[in-house]
Structures are given as structure tokens and as C-alpha cells.
């Protein structure tokens, strides 16, 4: 009786910890941008701005995204990550996740990169999994991401 009082309090205590690390997805779905920076100077860009859609799947998770470079819609993407664990002990400010992205016509990134978000300064940075190069380092836009909500 009292193994089972313990696997019911463990089981209990796993979904409360596990439905706070749903905080890391929630924050990455919206409008990300980056215009008229050091990031797009560098990389000879005007603005580039990424529309990553809800999740879908589990416990890796897929997502339907949008790239628009210099205002112009210039590809479809897929992200395919595994959600990171940050827990309930440990507030995620920030935290950073591998991915597989696979773009619909031309791979504008490598295939696999590591996906950094800083909740606090709401900056995404996304690097080369193997050269550690940066492809983008976007900012959350939380009013175009709320017109974009269905809540």
C-alpha cells in the first residue's frame, strides 16, 4: 500500500514539473525579428524576421515557421527539437535547446543548430550545431505574436 502511495506521489510530482517546462515552448511560438542591428549589418541584411507556429508531437517537438528576409517571405521551415528541462527550481530565464531545421526549398542554415532563448532580454540566437556560427539572433515581438494568438 505504501509502494503505491509513493509511485502515485512520484507520477504526481513528475506532471507538476513537467507542465511548468511547457513555459520553454509557449515562449518560442510567436513573431521574432531583427531590423537595422549589429546582427543584420553584419549579414548584409536589411531585416530578418521568423514566424515559428504552435507545437505539435511529443516528447520531440515540430513546429511549421515562416522566414521573411528584407521583407520578403523567402522560405517555409520545420523545427524538430526535444523540449529542454529547466524544472520548476530553476526560473528559465534562459535556455537553449538542439534542433533539426529543415527548410522547404533551400537550407539557409545547417540542418542541425542549437536554439538559445534569453527570456529576459525576449532574444532568440541560433547557431551551427558544428561551426557555431550565428544565423540569426531575433527579438520577440509580443504584440504581433498576441494578434497572432487564439487566446
Not at 525579428?33 to 514566424?51: H, M, P, R, V
Not at 517555409?76 to 531545421?101: D, S
Amino acid at each position: 500500500m505504501y509502494k503505491l502511495a509513493i509511485f502515485i506521489i512520484i507520477v504526481l510530482v513528475c506532471i507538476w514539473v513537467y507542465s511548468y517546462d511547457s513555459f520553454t515552448e509557449d515562449y518560442l511560438y510567436g513573431y521574432w525579428y531583427a531590423e537595422d542591428d549589429e546582427f543584420t549589418e553584419k549579414a548584409g541584411i536589411n531585416s530578418i524576421s521568423l514566424f515559428i507556429g504552435e507545437p505539435a508531437g511529443f516528447p520531440k517537438t515540430s513546429r511549421d515557421a515562416q522566414i521573411i528576409l528584407d521583407n520578403e517571405i523567402t522560405d517555409g521551415l520545420r523545427i524538430e527539437y526535444w523540449r529542454p528541462h529547466v524544472g520548476r527550481a530553476y526560473q528559465p530565464h534562459a535556455y537553449q535547446m538542439h534542433a533539426k531545421v529543415e527548410f522547404d526549398s533551400h537550407q539557409l542554415w545547417p540542418e542541425y543548430v542549437t536554439i538559445k532563448v534569453d527570456v529576459i532580454r525576449g532574444r532568440m540566437t541560433i547557431k551551427g550545431r558544428e561551426d557555431g556560427l550565428v544565423y540569426a539572433r531575433l527579438y520577440k515581438h509580443n504584440e504581433i505574436t498576441d494578434l497572432t494568438s487564439t487566446e
